[in-house]
Antibody, heavy 124, light 108 residues
Framework: EVQLVQSGAEVKKPGESLKISCKGSGYSFTNYWIGWVRQMPGKGLEWMGIIYPGDSDTRYSPSFQGQVTISADKSISTAYLQWSSLKASDTATYYC?????????????????WGQGTTVTVSS | EIVLTQSPGTLSLSPGERATLSCRLSQSVSSSYLAWYQQKLGQAPRLLIYGASSRATGIPDRFSGGGSGTDFTLTISRLEPEDFAVYYCQQSETSPHTFGQGTKLEIK
């Protein structure tokens, strides 16, 4: 079964660091890009960025560039989203999802498999 | 950045009725890079339609997508109780791969 399994819910304080994970299984991890999507409480979906685990080529949304770091370790089929200093406004559910691309430019077929989401709560 | 505007914000219909959801883009994209997702409360989104009109694996044929350029639609031919959810469109032609703000489909 093809799946993306994300790490568990986190409760952190402002200023703390955090790294959440997304582990792929049931498919060749380096045949797909992994995207990250934020959903703040009661709000819509926001595309944060996407990484190719094969060579760690990463694209960020300008809204999230410099605010988070996306990385991957292809040896363990896992992608990561990390913060160096959390803010209360980072409170949200974060989803990973996979997508096909050609030549790192043509992202097609949509985000076809999603993780279950990781809820991050940042509160003093 | 391409802005996607979905309408209506909320659509109130009854089971058995037809639903038509709209997604308008601030600039033209190839149909190959337009997708629709369904999200139920407390669940991760699910891919419904990719390439503007191709149904994802396991999606019933009551769901169909169409359109081109800057105007795309998602149609649900006969609503089932499980179809009441929030629907999002997304473009992946130009980074950032933006989403629309969503249309909530609720039971009338």
């Amino acid at each position: 079964e093809v799946q993306l399994v994300q790490s568990g819910a986190e409760v952190k304080k402002p200023g703390e660091s955090l790294k959440i994970s997304c582990k792929g299984s049931g498919y060749s991890f380096t045949n797909y890009w992994i995207g990250w999507v934020r959903q703040m409480p009661g709000k819509g979906l926001e595309w944060m960025g996407i990484i190719y685990p094969g060579d760690s080529d990463t694209r960020y949304s300008p809204s999230f560039q410099g605010q988070v770091t996306i990385s991957a370790d292809k040896s363990i089929s896992t992608a990561y989203l990390q913060w160096s200093s959390l803010k209360a406004s980072d409170t949200a559910t974060y989803y990973c999802a996979r997508q096909r691309a050609v030549a790192g430019t043509y992202f097609y077929n949509g985000l076809d498999v999603w993780g279950q989401g990781t809820t991050v709560t940042v509160s003093s | 950045e391409i802005v996607l505007t979905q309408s209506p914000g909320t659509l109130s219909l009854s089971p058995g009725e037809r639903a038509t959801l709209s997604c308008r883009l601030s600039q033209s994209v190839s149909s190959s890079y337009l997708a629709w997702y369904q999200q139920k409360l407390g669940q991760a989104p699910r891919l419904l339609i990719y390439g503007a009109s191709s149904r994802a694996t396991g999606i019933p044929d009551r769901f169909s997508g169409g359109g081109s350029g800057t105007d795309f639609t998602l149609t649900i031919s006969r609503l089932e109780p499980e179809d009441f959810a929030v629907y999002y469109c997304q473009q992946s032609e130009t980074s950032p791969h933006t989403f629309g703000q969503g249309t909530k489909l609720e039971i009338k």
